[in-house]
């Protein structure tokens, strides 16, 4: 069965900084996606990004970038030039054929001004 | 623009009530998921259908069973609710297929005294 783990449980960084959140994976199946969601305060789930376990190049979606190693399995989110409003709950997630969704344990993250 | 509803935000039940909660999709997507959060514990699957009528078990079915009646709403239903089924209730929808990303609701947080 495939698994998410997210070591992190909090980070902490300052406004204007890049931070990674970190991200590896478990699975056997060689056909397989990785997202990142983004869960603020008021509860809602926001896609951030995706990756295609066959995809060549790392998925980037504006100051969201994904720094994909898959021989390490492991799938870093890196957030360019952090801002107050990154403030959030983080989750990595790995779908494979049967289209569920298994997500990680998630990172709190905070960004001090 | 891309909407899942859900019937309620905060709801508080007795012991052994039957419970509904529903979900409402409209963007015609195949697949529906129910999802509870936990801290800790990340989101972990409950039930998910691809199809009208169709249902499978995901993680954690215990205590729980579903509804499809229609494409666009997908129910779940706690038939006797107990306390340890206290919780942040996420329902979800998206297209079949490994590369589309999950759209969620707002969430129900259910309180069972």
């Known amino acids: 069965a495939q698994k998410i783990t997210q070591t992190q449980p909090g980070m902490f960084v300052q406004e204007k900084e890049a931070v990674t959140l970190d991200c590896t994976y478990d699975t056997s199946d060689p056909s397989y996606g990785l997202f990142w969601y983004k869960q603020p305060s008021s509860g809602e789930m926001i896609f951030l990004i995706y990756?295609?376990?066959?995809?060549?190049q790392n998925a980037t979606e504006g100051r969201y970038s994904l720094n994909f190693q898959k021989a390490r399995k492991s799938a870093n989110l890196v957030i360019s030039a952090s801002q107050l409003g990154d403030s959030a709950m983080y989750f990595c997630?790995?779908?494979?054929?049967?289209?569920?969704?298994?997500f990680g344990q998630g990172t709190r993250l905070t960004i001090n001004p | 623009d891309v909407k899942v509803t859900q019937s309620s935000r905060y709801l508080v039940k007795r012991t052994g009530e039957k419970v509904f909660l529903e979900c409402v999709q409209d963007?015609?997507?195949?697949?529906m998921f129910w999802y509870r959060q936990d801290p800790g514990l990340g989101l972990r699957l409950i039930y998910f259908?691809?199809?009208?009528?169709?249902?499978e078990k995901g993680d954690i079915p215990e205590g729980y069973s579903v509804s499809r009646e229609k494409k666009e709403r997908f129910s779940l239903i706690l038939e006797s609710a107990s306390t340890n089924q206290t919780s942040m209730y996420l329902c979800a929808s998206s297209l079949r297929g490994l590369g589309y990303e999950q759209y969620f609701g707002p969430g129900t947080r259910l309180t069972v005294t």
């Open positions: 259908s691809y199809d009208v009528k169709m249902k």
């Open positions: 997630a790995i779908i494979q054929g049967a289209q569920k969704l298994v």
């Open positions: 990756q295609g376990s066959y995809d060549q």
């Open positions: 963007m015609d997507h195949e697949n």
